[in-house]
């Protein structure tokens, strides 16, 4: 009787510590229980955007080219009908089944062109797990059927990428056939060198889009993707499923018994391979160690240069062609990748008319070429009072900005602008609605841009301005001469 009382306090004792354990293991799938269909939401949109901007690109560079293989039908039919017949018409049929495959995809492929996208691999594998593991979704309604989209949409945009490399591979041979073709002849048409030249721009900047695409797909994901993901990531039956299901799993498959002592049976040992580099340098004589250290180092600062002229020819992408021109490298940028965001300080200390203030500006650039800039911005005109004695901080008026800056050597630009300034205090924005107190102003100057090393602002803008309308602005308020400080974000 005592023992079996013995027994039953033990159990007793021992109860807490189990819950406690249990309930440890399982925090983990607690939190996942909770998973946020917005996760799906989000990745649907983003790829499904992808989608339809590489289907429209795709398209458009397609027809591109097309158009310029008739061009060039319509001129080699001139001297060689024969020839021109049997290279042009294959090429026709070819566009029309490319254009057929980018609007219609195939099955889904296990992998997108030969090359790796670890994000796009996270994601995939992150919603089949889900899709096999329906109690860690939320019980939010239609969040299965929110799952599919979004996994159709990574399926749809992978085939499309597999697609797009098909047509790279198609432009390429089909650039070097042109080519070769034309080159057997002395006497062509005029302006069908033009036409190959034109052709191979498309080309470049086609695949060009692609790789912007690759690299937009490889970025940093948004804040709730990231969310979704680091959730998933505390689960050892995910981190199982990624190693076993994940592409790059597929790449490189490993053994089971990967690690044990039969796996690495036979394998040369570190030590080893440099016991057979030294063997080998001996015979060299008593300098070959430091030949083969210097050769070393230069190759290594050769291969580096060439690295450096990929990355100012195009993206550093293995597998882009050396244009035979030089590129515009942001023709293939979307929209808000060309904008600019700053901020800029200005400021004047006080006259008969005006206390000292400071002009605190925000504006948006938007690149026309990495040579010049148009932009918009706006100033509020901050009030200090009229010296140290007098702090009084009051709102001065608006300053409503257009800028551009075209650069004239190295970090220097000429910059211009036309503002419309509201020098008069104001309380309530109404007041602003009267446009017969507003003075204009036309600013020319030179600007130095010196690029940043820090997490937020990229730039830093100076500038030296001049107001050519100083002289007709009723009060004069300001000075004609104006310093700006501003920063790029």
Same mark, same amino acid.
């Given at each position: 009787?005592?023992?079996?009382?013995?027994?039953?306090?033990?159990?007793?004792?021992?109860?807490?510590?189990?819950?406690?354990?249990?309930?440890?293991?399982?925090?983990?799938?607690?939190?996942?229980?909770?998973?946020?269909?917005?996760?799906?939401?989000?990745?649907?949109?983003?790829?499904?955007?992808?989608?339809?901007?590489?289907?429209?690109?795709?398209?458009?560079?397609?027809?591109?080219?097309?158009?310029?293989?008739?061009?060039?039908?319509?001129?080699?039919?001139?001297?060689?009908?024969?020839?021109?017949?049997?290279?042009?018409?294959?090429?026709?049929?070819?566009?029309?089944?490319?254009?057929?495959?980018?609007?219609?995809?195939?099955?889904?492929?296990?992998?997108?062109?030969?090359?790796?996208?670890?994000?796009?691999?996270?994601?995939?594998? =992150? %919603?089949?797990? @889900?899709?096999? &593991?329906?109690?860690?979704?939320?019980?939010?309604? /239609?969040? +299965?059927?929110?799952? $599919?989209?979004?996994?159709?949409?990574?399926?749809?945009?992978?085939?499309?990428?597999?697609?797009?490399?098909?047509?790279?591979?198609?432009?390429?041979?089909?650039?070097?056939?042109?080519?070769?073709?034309?080159?057997?002849?002395?006497?062509?048409?005029?302006?069908?060198?033009?036409?190959?030249?034109?052709?191979?721009?498309?080309?470049?900047?086609?695949?060009?889009?692609?790789?912007?695409?690759?690299?937009?797909?490889?970025?940093?994901?948004?804040?709730?993707?990231?969310?979704?993901?680091?959730?998933?990531?505390?689960?050892?039956?995910?981190?199982?499923?990624?190693?076993?299901?994940?592409?790059?799993? =597929? %790449?490189?498959? @490993?053994?089971? &018994?990967?690690?044990?002592?039969?796996?690495?049976? /036979?394998? +040369?040992?570190?030590? $080893?391979?440099?016991?057979?580099?030294?063997?080998?340098?001996?015979?060299?004589?008593?300098?070959?160690?430091?030949?083969?250290?210097?050769?070393?180092?230069?190759?290594?600062?050769?291969?580096?240069?060439?690295?450096?002229?990929?990355?100012?020819?195009?993206?550093?992408?293995?597998?882009?062609?050396?244009?035979?021109?030089?590129?515009?490298?942001?023709?293939?940028?979307?929209?808000?990748?060309?904008?600019?965001?700053?901020?800029?300080?200005?400021?004047?200390?006080?006259?008969?008319?005006?206390?000292?203030?400071?002009?605190?500006?925000?504006?948006?650039?938007?690149?026309?070429?990495?040579?010049?800039?148009?932009?918009?911005?706006?100033?509020?005109?901050?009030?200090?009072?009229?010296?140290?004695?007098?702090?009084?901080?009051?709102? $001065?008026?608006?300053?409503?900005?257009?800028?551009?800056?075209?650069?004239?050597?190295?970090?220097?630009?000429?910059?211009?602008?036309?503002?419309?300034?509201?020098?008069?205090?104001?309380?309530?924005?109404?007041?602003?609605?009267?446009?017969?107190?507003?003075?204009?102003?036309?600013?020319?100057?030179?600007?130095?841009?010196?690029?940043?090393?820090?997490?937020?602002?990229?730039?830093?803008?100076?500038?030296?301005?001049?107001?050519?309308?100083?002289?007709?602005?009723?009060?004069?308020?300001?000075?004609?001469?104006?310093?700006?400080?501003?920063?790029?974000?």
């Amino acid at each position: 009787m005592q023992k079996t009382f013995s027994l039953i306090v033990a159990a007793s004792l021992c109860l807490p510590c189990l819950s406690a354990y249990a309930q440890d293991i399982s925090s983990p799938l607690n939190k996942a229980l909770d998973f946020p269909t917005r996760f799906f939401d989000k990745i649907q949109h983003q790829y499904a955007w992808l989608d339809n901007q590489l289907t429209r690109q795709t398209e458009k560079y397609l027809k591109h080219l097309e158009k310029q293989e008739e061009r060039l039908n319509n001129k080699l039919s001139k001297i060689d009908p024969a020839k021109a017949e049997q290279l042009f018409a294959s090429g026709q049929r070819k566009y029309a089944q490319l254009l057929n495959k980018i609007e219609k995809p195939a099955e889904v492929p296990s992998t997108i062109g030969g090359v790796y996208l670890p994000m796009v691999d996270s994601v995939k594998t =992150s %919603l089949a797990f @889900l899709s096999g &593991n329906n109690a860690l979704l939320s019980n939010s309604k /239609g969040a +299965q059927e929110k799952l $599919q989209n979004a996994l159709s949409s990574v399926n749809e945009l992978r085939s499309k990428l597999k697609t797009s490399a098909e047509i790279r591979a198609f432009i390429a041979q089909r650039k070097e056939q042109l080519t070769k073709t034309l080159q057997g002849y002395k006497n062509l048409p005029a302006g069908v060198m033009k036409n190959i030249q034109v052709y191979n721009k498309q080309a470049f900047y086609y695949a060009s889009q692609v790789e912007e695409y690759k690299n937009e797909l490889n970025e940093a994901p948004k804040k709730l993707i990231k969310k979704g993901l680091s959730m998933l990531d505390k689960l050892p039956a995910y981190q199982k499923f990624l190693k076993e299901n994940g592409e790059l799993a =597929s %790449l490189f498959r @490993l053994p089971a &018994n990967y690690g044990s002592m039969q796996s690495l049976a /036979g394998l +040369q040992t570190r030590a $080893q391979v440099q016991g057979m580099i030294q063997a080998q340098l001996a015979t060299g004589g008593p300098n070959a160690t430091a030949m083969f250290t210097q050769n070393l180092k230069s190759a290594q600062v050769q291969l580096n240069k060439l690295k450096d002229k990929l990355k100012t020819l195009g993206n550093g992408s293995s597998d882009m062609d050396m244009p035979d021109f030089k590129p515009k490298n942001l023709k293939t940028k979307p929209f808000w990748k060309r904008l600019e965001y700053g901020a800029n300080l200005q400021s004047s200390k006080s006259n008969y008319f005006i206390p000292a203030e400071s002009d605190i500006g925000l504006s948006v650039g938007y690149k026309l070429s990495e040579k010049s800039t148009i932009g918009l911005g706006m100033a509020y005109k901050m009030g200090w009072g009229k010296d140290i004695q007098h702090i009084t901080i009051t709102a $001065q008026g608006l300053d409503l900005r257009s800028y551009i800056d075209v650069r004239i050597k190295s970090s220097f630009y000429a910059s211009g602008g036309f503002e419309y300034l509201y020098v008069k205090p104001f309380q309530d924005f109404r007041q602003l609605y009267d446009f017969n107190t507003w003075q204009r102003s036309a600013l020319i100057g030179i600007s130095k841009i010196v690029s940043l090393k820090s997490k937020w602002a990229k730039k830093t803008k100076l500038q030296l301005l001049y107001d050519m309308l100083y002289s007709q602005q009723v009060p004069r308020v300001g000075q004609p001469v104006k310093f700006r400080i501003g920063y790029s974000f």
